[in-house]
């Protein structure tokens, strides 16, 4: 049996021992349960006390074999007596089985059983009404079949299709009347469902009366009295009907009503329908299927209007110039507009029975019926409907009443129109708080979607009571809100921002929407806003139709924004964008990524949006920035346009109005973290507009002098944008950066990100982008930087800033960037030290300078110990060999506005705002303000000069142990080396007002007469070989190393210009010591004024050659920073006339080897040439900048390869390291420093040459050098006849000089011609060489060919090297052939038209020199020529001398110059002037040992 029975196979098995009375027992107890209807089944009745249940059983087990039929008889007999009803329900069990039996396969084996059973039952009256015509044949209980059913026809045609005599119209009969009276009486407590039933059944059955005529008036009276729906239903309730019955009654009158039209008389029987549901008195699925339209023509509609809104939004796009489609495209507006006005009207859907079934059912709150049915549509059709999207906003008023008037209260003068609630217990019950909200309520609003629009005042009553809640709600202990927090997300997501969408320019519902939006974070606000524009829109064809004519408007706006007609755009741009910001802020974006001349109209008509259209905004821009679009253009070689154009975009747009940047900062922080640092250009926008800080390389020359000064002169002077314009958006900034907490990890990141962007950006196709990006980071953090310790107060960057040892540490960060990080930190700290120690004195105001002197280095003392100590493991302990923490320190801390005052800039500046100079129309304030600020001023200056002052007694004090002498090795070029890694060179690249301090500090290390440093080593190191560092730096480093180096030849020229200036600044200063003296009775060894000019020219050079090399080497990097840095110092350099053509001539050539090919650099070139032209006629001769040396012929040539070195005056002129000659002792020590090692000549020759042109000069310089040795009151007697001497000296020296340099051009000119003759004649050769070649190769494959004696020969001849035929001044026959002899001549011209055009390069180094065999092939090579170039010269001699004859006076002088260049460039750029580069080094280290000896 089937699981659940009453009996068990146990049962039929045991039939005579239990089995029996088992079955007997239950079935008695189930007639007794129920003695009035026993077998009529009830809804939800269980199985184990349903009697047809029990019968069912009992016979099957018969039919199926289980239980005999004779054992069962006797039962059958007994039941049919216990009961009146037995035996028809037995037939009824009976006819189930006959079913079975016959229609399912499995049972038709137990067919013969079921017959039997029907013999022995009895009951053949019963069985002949019942069952069918085939199996009472089959069980014999008919005989013939086809007589007993044509009398079966003719008795129920009798019965049910013959009519009776009486009621043939309905008449109002008394059973009847009496039937309406009762229903329709006054329902008073004394009448309730019990005694109205009663009644009813003593009326059908006193009155024979049609019980379903009698259900039919019943819910008439329940129809025309809806509000004693408690008491119908529960009067329907107890009436024995089924849900069909009422269901066909129902669906009848539906058809009547609709094939008469339907309209609003119909409205009654959709309320009883839903009061029916409702009560569980009706089945939905019994009434359904009576309600027209059929669901699938609905849904059908639906897809039809899905896709004409597809279609409508791709038509938006299609730009058409015809103006048929442009009559169409009208004709289909008017349409949409017809269309949308017929789906508000309510009557449209007055004949569809289902939509006013669920309008019905909202309106009895039954919204679970409704959920049910709409179910079987699409998503969010049914309250598409106005009418019942209409009625469910009803029904949520109804809920959110008790709730909202207790949140929100009205003033007494208002009163709210009160919503009663539903008069239905059945009906969804009222909210009493936030969380029977989220659970009745929400799920509505959710159903609801945008078509909430149909009610806006239900919107403000759920946002205001939101918004409420929201100000209550606690953050738990796991980080977590209540759930009211999490689930009205939701409800703005899917309700609140679509219904929005679908108002007509509504801005105070987007305000109230903003208010209580607000309440979130912007992660979920821009979360909201993704959903809003991108998913959201494109669920409901209504709004993608909102959504498509909103862009048709804004197309047509931004097609005529102007500058002049921003007010009427703006005012049209805020009406379209007050419910549907996203689409239109999309599209504009897009426009101005396109064209950037549209960013200040477009920013200017943003003045009339919402709060809320500004928070979209603010996502719409980062939404944008997040899209995967290639950011490097033109080959990987710049940013793209569209990034600038949108970074100018943020910083004009977040400068001007309201909009949280939390966004946009964290974006580029995410950014940071993935190593992309392109989209620094963004947070570099949004600072310098908001934050009013520029970068420090734009600045002018004043500007700069100004960020010298105190914070009024940097704030007045030193920016281009005034305070006050952005102070609010400054305020703006910095509030959001500390509210994210990403002042200092934007800072840090940046800083990392400048440390790895070389390294991750390698993969990029140009060096140019990485160099730029690396410049956009260094020039981000600077300005960031700056921003940050203007607006940041120092308490509330304390406690954000990582202290210096984690910075330098834990943080991955250069000691660069760390103590620009935390140099105001220990500024602060020293300042409020000094403060302090300085209150402690009671006579504070009456302090002298001194005694603040000495405050202020106690305050030194104590706040940078700590600092020195945490430092120093930083570092490696070789570093603090050679110079002391301290000094380290020192130099990292100090900045310009420590060393310098800026007085010419404060006067300056209050000259400009000086009230009494006249102006015109200046109010009393304003006059007031500037005399305060020019008060201001003055004081800050006064305080300026005194903390300068405070700093160089600081510093005086310090200086002694910065350098440390040490014993073991050269202390200078240690602690030199060490100063310029560690500290100039890190420094002067990182800004440009650092590059002024580190030229201004190694100035002051000078005049501080700083022990163990050394002025000349110092710059000696920094000029000597500077093209590694131009090649390193990126554009701007070389910007600021120009500065760098433009302030240190400020300093060295200012030294050279003036005697006076350098006897007073330099002459006993111990940084142009050269040899120190053990004892303290001898005096050290100083530089001369004309030694050090001598110095000063061979840094001019040094720096030249470096830049040429650059500018030769191709690479584009090198030619631009050399450029750059030629820019940079064009003020200090060239300074001489020959280096000015040297370099005019490679920038020519530059010019043309760049012109058509990269042509920024051309353009660099061509401004550094017209600038260099411009001062090229005031630059100076050489001799007029230094002693030029006078060369003997011995030193002018050494084997014929031109010397360097001079001889005269001073050795510091050529020498590597500027080592003068009067500082060594005895003729050795000029030997030596006159020595120049040059190839295959030997020492002993050169010392020979070199002390006979020491022996050559006059009688005079040894007296000088014999009076300077012994001084005494002779030598001064005779210094001023000695002068007049010297005079007359050099003016002979001049004239010859002058003789030389007209002679010069002269022979130039001549060797140039013969020049270009011997190339002409060495291509000539060539050709001919070449033919030759070929012919002698097909003679030898034709001697291949012939015989092997031939061949041997040949391959001897081949095997012979060309050196093996003597060279010598003579011919002599050898056993070469003529053809080998002929290789052998090629291979020398060959290697002669080489070494020609090698000398002719300015940079590049001659051949070694040439042994006496190698000079007289040279000769033999010429003699052999002489006939060729005797006939040449003849042909080309009438056309030199035309041109010669022919040339004007400023092309001879131009002439002049050039080869004065070209001789300039030989004598330097020899191998010579390479090794005496380390003469001054090696001279140094001489003595210094000699030192050390005698220690």
């Known amino acids: 049996m089937a699981a659940g029975g009453l009996f068990t196979l146990e049962t039929w098995k045991n039939w005579e021992k239990s089995g029996k009375a088992e079955l007997v027992q239950t079935i008695r107890h189930l007639i007794k349960e129920n003695g009035e209807n026993p077998g009529l089944s009830k809804p939800n009745q269980s199985p184990t006390k349903d009697l047809s249940r029990a019968l069912y059983e009992f016979l099957s087990a018969i039919v199926r074999g289980h239980l005999r039929r004779d054992y069962a008889r006797p039962v059958l007999i007994d039941m049919v007596n216990w009961h009146p009803d037995m035996a028809s329900q037995l037939v009824e069990i009976t006819t189930l089985l006959d079913l079975e039996t016959a229609a399912v396969e499995r049972f038709s084996r137990n067919r013969d059983n079921l017959l039997g059973l029907l013999k022995s039952l009895d009951a053949d009256r019963l069985l002949k009404e019942r069952l069918e015509i085939e199996t009472l044949g089959d069980a014999g209980i008919v005989r013939h079949k086809k007589n007993f059913h044509t009398k079966q026809i003719k008795v129920k045609t009798k019965l049910f299709y013959k009519q009776q005599k009486f009621n ?56 025309s009295r809806p509000h004693l729906h ?345 009406k379209l964008t007050h419910n549907n910001p996203a689409p239109i802020f999309h599209y504009i974006l897009i426009q101005v990524q396109l064209y950037d001349n549209l960013i200040g109209p477009v920013v200017d008509s943003f003045k009339y949006l919402t709060s809320l259209s500004y928070d979209v905004l603010g996502y719409c821009i980062v939404e944008i920035l997040s899209e995967n679009k290639d950011r490097i253009a033109n080959d990987a070689m710049a940013i793209s346009s569209w990034l600038q154009a949108l970074s100018s975009f943020c910083g004009a747009v977040y400068k001007k109005y309201p909009i949280d940047l939390g966004g946009i900062l964290q974006f580029v922080a995410n950014q940071l973290k993935a190593e992309k640092s392109i989209d620094l250009l963004i947070l570099r926008e949004i600072v310098q507009k908001m934050g009013g800080t520029d970068t420090l390389e734009d600045l002018t020359p004043d500007q700069l002098d100004a960020m010298c000064g105190g914070e009024l002169l940097r704030r007045e002077a030193g920016q281009y944008q005034q305070e006050r314009n952005t102070k609010r958006s400054s305020v703006r900034l910095k509030e959001a950066l500390l509210e994210h907490d990403l002042a200092i990890p934007l800072l840090l990141l940046t800083a990392q990100q400048r440390s790895s962007v070389v390294y991750n950006q390698t993969e990029s196709p140009h060096l140019k982008l990485v160099g730029k990006l690396y410049d956009q980071c260094q020039d981000t953090m600077v300005q960031f930087g700056s921003y940050l310790f203007q607006v940041v107060t120092i308490d509330e960057l304390s406690g954000r800033m990582p202290p210096i040892g984690t910075l330098l540490s834990d943080c991955h960060v250069s000691a660069d960037v760390a103590f620009f990080l935390a140099r105001p930190l220990f500024i602060n700290m020293l300042n409020a030290k000094y403060d302090e120690l300085r209150k402690q004195d009671k006579g504070e105001k009456k302090m002298t300078l001194e005694q603040k002197k000495m405050r202020y280095l106690e305050a030194c003392s104590e706040v940078f110990g700590p600092i020195v100590t945490s430092i120093r493991p930083h570092f490696s302990i070789k570093v603090w060999e050679d110079m002391d923490p301290s000094f380290f320190l020192t130099f990292w801390t100090l900045t310009m506005s420590d060393l310098e005052v800026p007085h010419h800039m404060y006067e300056k500046e209050i000259k400009k705002i000086d009230p009494n100079q006249p102006s015109s129309n200046k109010r009393k304030k304003e006059a007031d303000r500037l005399l305060a600020l020019k008060e201001k001023l003055q004081e800050e200056e006064k305080r300026q000069k005194e903390h300068v002052e405070r700093v160089l007694a600081r510093l005086q004090q310090e200086k002694d142990r910065w350098f440390t002498l040490r014993g073991a090795r050269s202390p200078k070029n240690d602690t030199v080396t060490a100063f310029l890694q560690l500290c100039l060179f890190p420094r002067c690249t990182f800004t440009t007002l650092d590059a002024i301090y580190c030229a201004k500090f190694v100035k002051m290390l000078h005049s501080l007469k700083t022990p163990n440093f050394s002025t000349l080593i110092c710059y000696d190191r920094m000029y000597c070989d500077i093209t590694y560092t131009v090649a390193s730096c990126t554009e701007q480093e070389a910007h600021r190393y120009a500065r760098f180096l433009l302030g240190t030849l400020e300093t060295v020229m200012h030294w050279h210009t003036s005697h006076n200036n350098y006897e007073r600044e330099c002459a006993s200063y111990p940084g142009f010591v050269t040899k120190y003296r053990v004892s303290r009775q001898e005096a050290n060894d100083y530089v001369d004024y004309e030694n050090y000019r001598h110095v000063v020219h061979k840094w001019h050079y040094k720096i030249t050659k470096a830049l040429i090399t650059c500018l030769e080497s191709g690479d584009y990097i090198q030619i631009r920073n050399a450029i750059l840095i030629l820019q940079g110092i064009i003020q200090r350099f060239p300074a001489i006339i020959n280096l000015a053509i040297v370099i005019e001539k490679r920038i020519e050539m530059v010019k043309l080897q760049e012109r058509n090919s990269r042509n920024d650099l051309y353009v660099l070139a061509n401004s550094y040439s017209g600038r260099l032209k411009a001062i090229k006629p005031n630059l100076p001769q050489e001799p007029e900048f230094h002693i030029v040396p006078k060369r003997t012929p011995a030193a002018q040539k050494v084997n014929g390869t031109p010397d360097s070195t001079a001889t005269s005056g001073g050795a510091g002129a050529g020498d590597g390291k500027g080592t003068p000659a009067e500082q060594v002792d005895g003729k050795q020590a000029k030997a030596e420093a006159m020595e120049v090692a040059n190839g295959d000549v030997e020492a002993k020759e050169e010392r020979e040459a070199k002390k006979g042109e020491n022996n050559s000069k006059p009688t005079k310089e040894k007296r000088d050098v014999a009076e300077k040795k012994g001084g005494g009151e002779e030598g001064e007697g005779k210094r001023p006849e000695e002068k007049k001497r010297e005079e007359k000296e050099k003016k002979k020296e001049k004239e010859k000089e002058k003789e030389e340099r007209e002679e ?68 002599r026959k050898t056993d070469h052939s003529s053809k080998n002899r002929g290789k052998e001549e090629a291979s020398r011209r060959d290697h002669k038209h080489k070494e020609r055009s090698k000398s002719r390069e300015p940079e590049s180094v001659p051949s070694p020199k040439e042994s006496k065999k190698e000079k007289k092939e040279r000769k033999r090579d010429r003699s052999q020529d002489d006939g060729v170039e005797v006939d040449q010269k003849r042909k080309k001699g009438g056309e030199e001398r035309m041109k010669s004859n022919g040339r004007q006076e400023d092309e001879h002088k131009h002439r002049h110059r050039q080869v004065e260049a070209e001789e300039y460039y030989e004598r330097y750029s020899s191998k010579d002037s390479h090794r005496a580069d380390y003469d001054y080094e090696r001279e140094y280290e001489k003595q210094t040992t000699r030192h050390k000896r005698k220690n």
Not at 371 to 390: G, H, M, N, T
Not at 425 to 447: G, S
Not at 521 to 533: A, I, N, S, V
Request: with cysteine; hydrophobic share 30%.
């Open 168 to 223: 043939l119209l309905r008449e109002e009969t008394e059973g009847y009347a009496k039937l309406v009276t009762e229903l329709n009486q006054e329902i008073t407590d004394r009448i309730t469902p019990n005694s109205m039933i009663q009644v009813i059944r003593s009326l059908i059955g006193g009155f024979n009366l049609d019980p379903n005529r009698v259900l039919d008036l019943i819910l008439e009276s329940l129809e």
């Open 1304 to 1371: 010069k051009p002269r022979k130039r000119s001549k060797e140039s011609k013969k020049i270009k003759q011997e190339e002409e004649e060495y291509l000539e050769e060539r050709d001919e060489r070449e033919r030759g070649e070929r012919d002698r190769e097909r003679e030898r494959e034709r001697e291949r060919e012939g015989s092997a004696t031939s061949n041997t020969s040949s391959t001897s001849a081949k095997m012979d090297p060309p050196e093996a035929s003597p060279r010598g001044s003579k011919r």
């Open 230 to 574: 408690q008491f119908y239903t529960s009067l329907l309730s107890q009436y024995p009907c089924e849900s069909a019955t009422i269901s066909e009654i129902l669906g009848f009158k539906l058809n009547t009503s609709a094939k008469e039209g339907g309209g609003k008389e119909t409205q009654g029987i959709y309320t009883t329908i839903s009061l029916l549901l409702q009560a569980d008195i009706l089945q939905l699925q019994d009434i359904y299927v009576w309600l027209t339209p059929e669901d699938s023509s609905m849904a059908e509609e639906h897809q039809r209007e899905e896709a004409e809104a597809t279609e409508m939004a791709h038509r938006v796009n299609i730009v058409s110039t015809k103006d048929k489609d442009k009559e169409k495209e009208k004709e289909k507006e008017d349409e949409e507009r017809e269309r949308q006005e017929q789906q508000r009207n309510p009557e449209r859907y007055l004949n569809n029975q289902k939509i006013q079934l669920c309008i019905a059912l909202l309106q009895v709150g039954d919204w679970d019926h409704f959920q049910e049915i709409s179910r079987r549509f699409p998503d969010f059709y049914l309250v598409s409907i106005p009418p019942i999207s209409k009625a469910l906003c009803n029904l949520i008023h109804t809920l959110f009443e008790t709730v909202y008037r207790k949140v929100c209260h009205l003033p007494s003068r208002l009163q709210g129109t009160v919503i009663e609630p539903l008069d239905n217990p059945r009906a969804v019950q009222p909210a009493t708080n936030y969380n029977d909200l989220v659970l009745i309520t929400f799920p509505m609003l959710t159903a609801l979607g945008p078509h909430l629009c149909h009610d806006p005042g239900l919107m403000y009553k759920v946002l205001r009571t939101a918004r409420h809640g929201l100000k209550q709600v606690r953050v738990g202990p796991d980080g977590m809100r209540g759930l009211f927090y999490y689930e009205f997300l939701d409800i703005l997501d899917e309700v609140m921002l679509p219904a929005l969408s679908m108002l007509d320019s509504n801005p105070c519902m987007a305000e109230e929407i903003w208010e209580t939006l607000k309440f979130y974070p912007y992660q979920h606000r821009y979360k909201l806003y993704g959903r809003w524009k991108n998913e959201t829109c494109n669920q409901h064809p209504a709004l993608v139709r909102r959504r498509t004519a909103l862009l048709k408007k804004a197309k047509f706006i931004m097609m005529r924004i102007t500058k002049e007609t921003i007010k009427p755009v703006s005012r049209g741009i805020g």
